[in-house]
Structure formats: structure tokens, C-alpha cells
């Protein structure tokens, strides 16, 4: 399974950006998906998740109230909307997807390639 993480960039503090993960057809609405992000020198580290079917979402307590994750079955696209960024939010940021059995905070059976986020102060 091939996961295409787009959308990062340079942004002020304050502002946003919206990430987009598409995945291949097929067996997507079975893929429980998630966010991660590595900074620079630092370990990667969980976002956000979404269930399945779209019913739960889990967050680090970090991006809580900022961030949202939503996911479009129809589109085989997940999407992370970040908003009030700020300077440590700064980092590569991955998509991940897994099967069942599933786990809150996704264990990443299959990876993204990254896309690297930028949050000037």
C-alpha cells in the first residue's frame, strides 16, 4: 500500500495548513489511519487518528483544540486541517494506515513518505 502525504510548507505562527493523505482504492475504508511527525533531532511522535468508518478520533494532547483529522472513504483521502500553528509544530510530517486489528494510536503498518511542515515565529 502506497500512502502520497502532500500539502506542507512554510507558514507564519498563527496560521494554517491543511495535509492531505490519499492511499489506493480498494480496502481504504478498512485502514485505520493516522498522523505522525519527526522533528529535527527528536523521535517521531503521534498526531492524530481516525477510525475507519470516520466514527472516533484520537489526538496528542499537543494539537488538541488546533488540529483536526476527518477522512473522505469516497475519495480514499485523509486529511489533517492544522490550524494555530506554532513553532514546534515544525517537523516531517508522515500518514500512516493500518489493518485490523486496530489500536487506538496506529501502530503503521504502511507509511507515507513525509511532508515537511515549517511554522516561522
Known amino acids: 500500500v502506497q500512502l502520497q502525504a502532500s500539502g506542507g510548507g512554510l507558514v507564519q505562527a498563527g496560521g494554517s495548513l491543511r495535509l492531505s493523505c490519499a492511499a489506493p482504492g480498494g480496502t481504504f475504508s478498512r485502514y485505520h489511519m493516522g498522523w505522525f511527525r519527526q522533528a529535527p533531532g527528536k523521535e517521531r511522535e503521534f498526531v492524530a487518528a481516525i477510525s475507519w468508518n470516520g466514527a472516533s478520533t484520537y489526538y496528542a494532547d499537543s494539537v488538541k483544540g488546533r488540529f483536526t483529522i476527518s477522512r473522505d472513504n469516497a475519495k480514499i483521502t485523509v486529511v489533517l486541517q492544522m490550524n494555530s500553528l506554532k513553532p514546534e509544530d515544525t517537523a516531517v510530517y508522515y500518514c500512516?494506515?493500518?489493518?485490523?486489528?486496530?489500536?487506538?494510536?496506529?501502530?503503521?503498518?504502511?507509511w507515507g513518505q513525509g511532508t515537511e511542515v515549517t511554522v516561522s515565529s
Open positions: 500512516a494506515a493500518d489493518l485490523p486489528p486496530y489500536q487506538n494510536v496506529p501502530r503503521g503498518d504502511y
